[in-house]
């Protein structure tokens, strides 16, 4: 009991410091869930005698549930309430991750990762209306930064912990390590997450759908979120099908190296604190095109038949991705002053559709002509990201946005 108190303390004492831990946790076990699958892709489809693209689907039925159900969400915790929303939706999350090990069909296996989807956004999209709510203007951005990089370590830790486990004890092993993870982290944060103090509920929906019209006539916007399609569906085409292509030969690498395949993911740990000041030195346009050039350049390299050059592009190719990810969310951020939570529900409904169309068209691609089919359709995603970006983001970025991207970084 007295740890416990302990514990409590350390975790809710006054001051932003002790919250960044909760926050932190929040985001990881978010993310720990998304794209697991990856690092099993090889063992499901020998499981259930799968094609490319049906076992890619295990990570799109996920992805394409997070893109249903972004918008609305802000909109719902708007009504209820910011933690009740954030805690429902992490113990959902763990009742279709303890239901997986034991399906014995592809079928219930999509029906199942689609739900677990459905719970994520009750979770990423809420709680950045609690920071924005809870933290003065200056704590912000620290709040925000912990959240995210709890997110990438999260991301990671799923595909690295789902390769290992699942090398010992098979996918179906993994996940129900994944359920007891997940189950802890939802105990954790019902118990440590502060509580709403700042929060006024809103309940008025035809104001929400009014905005909402206004946001997809919002050309800015909207071509955001067209590039936010295009940068997920190249992130995730690529990271579901590199896996095929390096467990065949001439690499033959089993669960745990695909899982440490993984560790260039954490190249966003490292990318995500310079990208403000990139951003505001060279513009929203030039930060985006360059991003998208040097993505597409280190996805060039994994056609080498190296091991070590295929992970060092498709570290070059998550870096460009990342970059391109802070310039979009920047440009949405400096062009849109109002219901700024619905228009970054859109966004991330087109992010997250985007990739679930990566794991479709890449795997018919790779189920055509192999690894080299997926990259050169990436790349021509890429392409026309690059075509959008230039049409519509024409304008300089004025000085007032840049010193707000600058302060940021």
């Known amino acids: 009991m007295l740890f416990a108190n302990q514990l409590r303390l350390f975790f809710l004492g006054n001051g932003e410091l002790a919250s960044r831990p909760i926050l932190w946790l929040v ?13 099993v892709l090889p063992m499901v489809m020998a499981d259930f005698h799968a094609t490319p693209v049906q076992a890619g689907m295990t990570v799109g039925a996920t992805v394409l549930a997070i ?11 708007d009504a209820f309430g910011r933690k009740v929303i954030v805690c ?9 991750t303890a239901l997986i090990p034991i399906v014995n069909n592809l079928d219930s296996l999509l029906v199942l990762r689609f739900l677990q989807g459905l719970a994520v956004p009750g979770i990423v999209v809420v709680v950045v209306a609690y920071i924005s709510e809870e933290f003065h203007a200056g704590g912000i951005a620290r709040m925000t930064a912990t959240y995210v990089g709890g997110t990438v370590m999260g991301g990671f830790c799923g595909r690295f912990i789902t ?6 004890l098979g996918w179906r092993g993994a996940f129900v390590t994944l359920a007891l993870l997940n189950f802890i982290g939802a105990l954790l ?32 916007l909207m071509a955001a979120c067209a590039v936010g399609f295009c940068v997920l569906f190249s992130l995730v085409g690529a990271f579901t099908y590199v896996n ?17 395949v993984f560790c260039v993911y954490l190249v966003g740990v490292l990318v995500t604190p310079l990208v403000g000041r990139y951003i505001a030195k060279f513009g929203f346009l030039k930060s985006l095109l360059s991003a998208l050039t040097i993505s597409a350049a280190g996805l060039l390299v994994t056609l080498l038949p190296s091991l070590t050059l295929v992970i060092v592009g498709l570290a070059v190719c998550s870096t460009g991705v990342f970059i391109c990810q802070s310039a979009t969310i920047s440009t949405i951020a400096s062009n849109v002053s109002e219901g700024r939570s619905l228009a970054t529900g859109l966004y991330y409904m087109s992010y997250y559709a985007g990739g679930a169309a990566g794991t479709v068209v890449a795997g018919m691609a790779y189920e055509g002509w192999g690894w080299s089919g997926s990259v050169l359709c990436i790349a021509l995603v890429q392409a026309l990201a690059i075509v959008i970006a230039a049409v ?9 946005v840049n010193a707000k991207v600058q302060s940021n970084g």
């Open 189 to 220: 944060v019902a118990w440590l997450l502060p509580p709403s103090r700042n929060f006024a509920p809103n309940r008025n929906v035809r104001a929400g759908f009014s905005v909402l019209w206004r946001h997809l006539h919002h050309k800015r």
């Open 27 to 39: 985001g990881f076990f978010a993310f720990l869930n998304v794209y697991t699958m990856q690092a």
């Open 392 to 400: 519509i983001w024409r304008q300089p970025v004025n000085r007032r």
């Open 163 to 168: 390769g290992h486990v699942g090398e010992i």
């Open 244 to 260: 095929l292509h390096l467990a065949a030969a001439p690499f033959y690498l089993t669960a745990a190296g695909l899982a440490n």
């Open 88 to 96: 429902t939706s992490m113990f959902a999350l763990t009742v279709p």
């Open 67 to 77: 893109a249903l159900v972004s918008p609305f969400m802000g909109m719902l915790s």
